[in-house]
């Protein structure tokens, strides 16, 4: 009883920073989220592999529903943005992105994980570096690095007085304000919705086995309720926030091109 009125063990922010449970003290030290990515990345590479080994010319259900989001990947983030003859150098990149970020997004909603691989910033940041380091190559590549940077941080059309403010602005949105968009949109929508998650049931526990009175059963019917709402929400916002990220790291790249001329 005197544990009950100390309320629901909530979750916070160190818990997506556990302790390190193999080869402690080393280089190579392991903590459950570091693992929770390497079993979402075997597993991730394992289905690719065996579908793409077993491949047939007329699929099967499971095969089609491979091909489906390879080429909803395809058709609707890169070639929609980029068009085919800039987006096929970019398939591959945004495909392992758009995957990758999926299934580290649904480990959050998978028992004995838990947790989302991106809800911590590495990860996030990580794939958000990736980006940009592709949005410089192309534009060096495509303009070389003096016009490249020349249009990214005098854009045409300003005031030669204005370029005085605006040229540290560009740069500091070029370096830091673009990347970092990407990586705190993705880290702190998967962040805050396993909370949000970990706190209904956390109530619900509390409300149905710690409280030991069954007149607060009904809140915890209403906590799990809520709770397996979120659950349910979080697999949308899993997939709308890899879709997202997708799609933004195909336009950024998109924008160091030159533009086509009609």
Known sequence: ?????????????????????????????????????????VVLLLVLGITAKRAKLVPGRW??????VLEFVRDNIVYQVMGELRGK?????????FLTILVFNLCGIIPGMN?????TITMPLLFALWCFCQYWIAGIREKGL???????????????????????IQLLELLIIRPLSLTIRLFANMLSGHITVAVCFAA?????????????????????????AMTCFEILVAALQAFIFAILTTAYINLSYPELED
């Open 1 to 41: 009883m005197v544990l009950a009125a100390d309320g629901p063990h909530y979750p916070t922010v160190n818990e997506f920073l556990p302790d390190e449970i193999l080869f402690q003290g080393t280089p190579f030290a392991l903590n459950r989220i570091i693992l929770i990515r390497l079993v979402a990345t």
């Open 63 to 68: 095969q089609g529903a491979v091909e489906w």
């Open 204 to 228: 619900t526990q509390w409300f149905f086995i710690e409280m030991h009175n069954l007149a607060f059963a009904p809140f915890g019917v209403l906590t799990f309720a809520a709770g397996f």
């Open 146 to 168: 003096g016009a490249f940077l020349k249009e990214e941080l005098f854009p045409k059309g300003v005031p030669g007085p204005i370029y005085v403010l605006l040229a540290p």
């Open 89 to 97: 150098r970019y398939v591959p990149m945004v495909t392992t992105v």
């Open 115 to 119: 947790m989302a691989a991106t809800a």
